[in-house]
């Protein structure tokens, strides 16, 4: 029984391993100027993590294999410990852990603990129960006012604008959001109900959009196509489909239509959708 | 630290225990039917009761899983007995996503609370703690019995849930999280399920949360006083150390949730505005909430929430140990550093709640402080591996069923517990949080591993508890298939969490004319994992039958147990097979050792019995050619 147990836990370490390493199940390829960096720690730490599992596991089933009473009187070995062994394996195991968590904070001091870059596009997003609304300032550069008494779903109002504000003749408010190439955005994260999360598995970002916060993140998308917005929060019964699309432009496409007004600017993004998009593309 | 409790030789033996309110019983054994089986004061009936009522949600538990991978592994596909038992839920038998995510918050609730906070504590922790120090009973009898009952009230008020909801899907659909404002206004969303069946699951968790804490109560009472003479702090077994600080950490969680569930309820029901903030909108009104931070729900209940992890799996961390040490027969290593881990885990358990929301809107400040409190626990954590490994080194290993199992637990916590270095990072969060990697993460360590605790404890206890032996080929029969499955589930969970598969989706693809359509095209590589998880799901729940069938098999027909089959060192093996009601039939048992005292060079058996006189043990650490300080041993002998 002990040596079947310790091939086992020896069978069941390398098979777990090979999941990991066998390339099927593994991220998309990263789209922001971020994602490397959080690739190479994600590997780092997975390094780390797998030598750890199945230096435990082997050892683990090293020992029923090793220590099965074999019948014949013989005794255990009597001891009750080792202060000696305690304070080694605490020291090293303190040391790699907290290294480890140090290492973890880079990316994320990058990104939260850093203004938007300069010349940062802002988009604010304001999610629904099951939809993503991004609204762009349009030419004036200014968001227009909006209010919860305005919004109205059934007059496509999804994010309140108040159209007695100049500013806001201009903005313009789609379920698609729309990046250029190379260019840091600013995304001011808000919901109008439940707590939802955006999440796009390319760019290595998540982040909740919570009532009654605006939350700004910033990345940097760079590499052209079109990628899927998920909801990474439960937020009701179509969770599972609040979707959208994340574009990402080149410079001149992102300006020609980020000077268009409302309707042109759907019709536009409709028409992304139906030509253009097929070479720009990135899904397998 | 006890040291009065010591035996000290200038109190008699009646004198003593009359002082010590040990061994006082204060009620006779019930005669009639009910004060015997149903409102009993007896610790030992409670903590069967307890284990009932956990097998009774771990089937209802495991039932709703194998019914969400059904969803969304057969998406649109009829299930003709759906059709029947849940008309709107699941109308013609195909699934609604409402269905699917009441499925998902009654499965968390079932086996968080009802689960893995009863077994391993009530059950196991009620019947085998008083024993194992030496008491007659725990300290308040009768809260126990209250604690019980409110417990049950709290699981009849859930599956009540079940039913209650004026719209026929089945109770809330929030998570097991309940996150407001979902949970709070998802009524005047119209989100199905968040109106009655959200009432009926917030009465539920309050009701447990009150039994909890006077279980707890009991159990900090009964281990501080109650000691039998000899027995010091640090001769108990360390099962006794873990549902110590299990109660401890349920004393200061339960009341926080208990407080945030009241505030929960009042924004639901009374207009108040804790959770709620200013101007929601439902798409044509404005919702008449102002002023409250959805933020502070997610704080008050991960304060609760982390430590409820701990609670669910340091008693069977205790268990595991005590198993290890009594089938390898040797000395737990380090006993002193496994009891500083288990408080290290319990104290710093209360530090890093705020991993849980990272990404919440929580300052990224304090994020940062809690990443790093976060990988600090995993040095407890692997302090308690190395001691489990060391514990095994060099032994002689009996593989009995308690046994496989106990070596299962320490396999898939060691699994379940490292992924926690991944999402202990705020930069790694940033990509698998709400991925299919949490899940993974922490069914394995607070779910499986859990679970096999409970299992080896119950293969172990159950002879003392039903004076019968549970059939041990029925018991591997059992214990092989349950360790591939579990493997076979939680690990490919993993890596479809690395492609980015996000929680709590009723389903990923659709299938249009038989071809499968993805929701999400990333998620495309995660389909035949789905599958085959969906089917490991499904085989490791049905093998679960043999349990049950030996469980209640062995109850009347197992063969009879001697009062000490596995030949362990503790008081729960020195007493009659079941124990008496008043548990040691009047002797008051005098321990001299500590727990672990197995393959002691010189010793007649391969194991000494903590209450096996001082003289003995002077003999052989003579012979040993060691030395001991007479009646309290030094550090070297476990027992300082």
């Known amino acids: 029984m002990g040596r079947a147990l310790a091939v086992f836990i020896w069978v069941m370490t390398i098979l777990s391993v090979w999941m990991f390493v066998s390339g099927r199940w593994w991220f998309p390829v990263a789209i922001s100027e971020h994602g490397p960096a959080y690739d190479r720690q994600f590997f780092l730490t997975i390094m780390v993590v797998g030598i750890a599992f199945a230096a435990a596991q082997v050892a683990l089933g090293y020992a029923v294999w090793r220590f099965r009473d074999t019948g014949g009187g013989v005794r255990a070995v009597y001891t009750h410990g080792s202060n000696r062994l305690e304070m080694i394996w605490t020291v090293v195991t303190a040391i790699i852990f907290i290294t480890l968590a140090l290492l973890g904070q880079r990316v994320w001091f990058s990104l939260h603990m850093q203004p938007a870059p300069a010349g940062a596009a802002q988009v604010r997003v304001l999610a629904q129960q099951f939809q993503w609304n991004f609204q762009y300032a349009g ?9 919860p008494r305005k919004i109205s779903d059934e007059s496509l109002n999804y994010v309140g604008l108040d159209d007695t504000d ?27 109900d439940v707590t939802h999360s955006f999440w796009v598995p390319q760019l290595r970002y998540k982040q909740d959009a919570v009532p009654g916060l605006e939350i700004p993140i910033h990345f940097t998308p760079n590499q052209k ?8 929060e439960l937020c009701g019964q179509q969770h599972y489909k609040m979707r959208s699309y994340m574009l990402v432009l080149p410079a001149d496409e992102y300006d020609s239509l980020m000077a268009l007004p409302q309707a042109q600017f759907q019709a536009r993004i409709s028409e992304l959708y139906k030509n253009t998009l097929s070479r720009l593309t990135n899904l397998p | 630290m006890a040291e009065d409790d010591i035996p000290n030789e200038a109190h008699g033996t009646e004198e003593h225990a009359a002082e010590h309110g040990a061994a006082v019983h204060h009620h006779g054994p019930p005669t009639s039917f009910i004060r015997k089986y149903v409102f009993s004061i007896d610790h030992k009936v409670i903590g069967i009761q307890y284990l009932l009522l956990a097998l009774f949600s771990v089937f209802l538990g495991m039932l709703m899983s194998i019914m969400m991978r059904m969803n969304m592994t057969w998406p649109g596909h009829s299930w003709w007995l759906l059709a029947k038992l849940f008309p709107t839920g699941a109308p013609g038998g195909v699934m609604s996503p409402e269905f699917y995510l009441s499925l998902v918050t009654m499965h968390g609730t079932m086996m968080v609370f009802f689960v893995l906070t009863t077994a391993p504590q009530g059950g196991f922790g009620n019947y085998f703690l008083p024993i194992q120090i030496g008491a007659e009973d725990m300290a308040f009898p009768v809260l126990n019995m209250l604690s019980f009952w409110v417990t049950f009230l709290g699981l009849a008020v859930l599956v009540s849930a079940i039913f209650a909801a004026g719209n026929g899907v089945i109770g809330p659909t929030g998570g097991w999280t309940a996150y407001p404002p979902l949970s709070a206004i998802g009524d005047v969303l119209n989100v199905p399920g968040q109106g009655m069946g959200m009432n009926l699951w917030i009465i539920s968790i309050a009701l447990f949360c009150g039994g909890s804490l006077l279980g707890a109560l009991n159990f900090i009472t009964t281990l501080l006083n109650l000691r039998t003479r000899g027995m010091s702090l640090m001769r108990m077994p360390l099962t006794c150390w873990a549902w110590f600080t299990t109660a401890v950490l349920a004393l200061l969680a339960f009341p926080v949730l208990l407080a945030a569930g009241v505030l929960l309820f009042l924004d639901k029901n009374l207009g108040t505005s804790f959770f709620v903030p200013a101007g929601l909108s439902t798409g044509t009104t404005v919702i008449d909430h102002a002023g409250g931070s959805p933020i502070m729900w997610q704080h008050l209940f991960w304060f609760f929430g982390h430590p409820e992890v701990y609670i669910a799996i340091l008693p069977g961390m205790g268990a595991t140990s005590h198993i290890l040490s009594t089938f390898a027969r040797k000395p737990v290593f380090g006993y002193r550093a496994m009891v500083f881990a288990l408080f290290a885990i319990g104290l710093l358990g209360f530090f890093v709640w705020g991993h849980h929301m990272f990404i919440s809107g929580m300052s990224p400040y304090t994020g940062m402080a809690f990443s790093v409190l976060t990988l600090s626990i995993g040095v407890p954590s692997a302090i308690k591996t190395f001691n489990w490994l060391g514990t095994l080194w060099g032994g002689r290993i009996r593989f009995k069923t308690p046994m496989l199992f106990a070596i299962g637990f320490v396999s898939l916590f060691v699994a379940g517990g490292i992924t926690g270095l991944v999402l202990g990072q705020t930069t790694l969060d940033l990509s698998m949080h709400d991925t299919y990697f949490v899940l993974a993460h922490f069914h394995l360590v607070m779910g ?48 479809m969490g690395i492609v980015g598969m996000p929680r709590r989706y009723s389903q990923f693809y659709e299938i249009v004319n038989g071809q499968v359509q993805m929701i999400y095209n990333f998620n495309r590589p995660t389909v035949p994992l789905i599958h085959f998880v969906t089917w490991a799901a499904i085989i490791t729940v049905s093998v679960q039958v043999i349990f049950i069938f030996n469980f209640f098999w062995s109850m009347f027909k197992g063969q009879k147990a001697t009062d000490n089959p596995w030949e362990a060192t503790t008081l729960e093996w020195t007493t009659a097979t079941p124990p008496p009601h008043d548990n040691f039939g009047g002797r008051v048992p005098t321990v001299y050792r500590g727990a672990y005292e197995f393959s002691v060079p010189g010793a007649p058996d391969d194991f000494v019995m903590q209450t096996t006189p001082d003289e003995t043990e002077a003999n052989i650490v003579t012979t040993a050619g060691t030395h001991a300080v007479q009646g309290k041993g030094d550090g070297h002998n476990g027992h300082g």
């Open chain 1, 166 to 192: 100049p500013a806001a003749k201009d903005d313009v408010v789609v379920q698609t959001l729309v990046t250029e190439v190379n260019r840091p955005v600013e995304l001011i994260l808000m919901s109008r």
């Open chain 1, 139 to 147: 030419a004036d550069g200014k968001f227009g006012h909006t209010d």
């Open chain 2, 448 to 495: 499986v591993a859990a679970i096999f605790g409970m299992f080896a404890g119950m293969y172990f206890w159950f002879p003392k508890m039903f004076g019968r032996m549970m059939n041990e080929t029925l018991g591997r029969i059992h214990f092989w298939p349950t360790i591939i499955g579990v493997y076979c589930i939680f690990i490919p969970m993993h890596v």
């Open chain 1, 225 to 232: 196509g079109r990628y899927e917005i998920a909801c990474a």
